[in-house]
């Protein structure tokens, strides 16, 4: 890991266990955002608040004010002239990310229509493309909704990102990684994801913007 890495484990020091999956983690989601693909997030209450949090630091300047290319500025301009000017000045590079705890009408019709345990496996069907990433968080790991994301994405050539807890539940040996942190209650569990995932997204952002 870098200074950034180290600096989480000064923080965290019960995160240092976890080394190896959160680098794996990254992996997994920098291959994705290479790739042109995006990253489909989902949890239940607590979990679903970190992911509109998550999504917050993914799609907009996090740490950097990510400055959106030259010629990008140039199609805005040419598009809108001066407004487009403006526009572009004020645009901030972006990596794709959607919260599926988000769509409340789309989510309640699932569940009223179909099944409460689809709502996130219908989106991931509806939403997901190969190669994209479902990150999933559950602090028991067996959230059946999540549980069912996960298997969706599996079918149809996406990967798996699971933060949970330490025992990882029935999700854990579903995803292409799960980093199972160190904690049991639900409390410590929602405590220590939110360091994990700010230094995914951290990395993420020094991966792929310079500015």
Known sequence: MNTEGSELFQRYPVLKSCEADLDRALAILSDAYASGN???????GGSAADCEHIVGELMKGFRK???????HVAKLEAAAGALGTDIGQKMQGALAAISLVSHVSLATAIANDTDADMVFAQQ?????????????ISTSGNARNVINAVATAKAFGMRSVI???RTGGALAPMGDVAIRVPAD???????????VYHW?????ERK???T
């Open 65 to 71: 004010p990510r400055r959106i290319p030259a010629d």
């Open 208 to 210: 792929f913007f310079s």
């Open 185 to 195: 209650s639900v409390v410590e569990i929602q405590e220590l994801h939110l360091p």
């Open 38 to 44: 995006k990253v489909l997030i989902c949890g239940n």
């Open 163 to 165: 933060l949970t807890g």
């Open 124 to 136: 991931v069907y509806g939403l997901g493309r190969a190669g994209d990433v479902v990150l999933s």
């Open 200 to 204: 995914l997204c951290i990395e993420l």
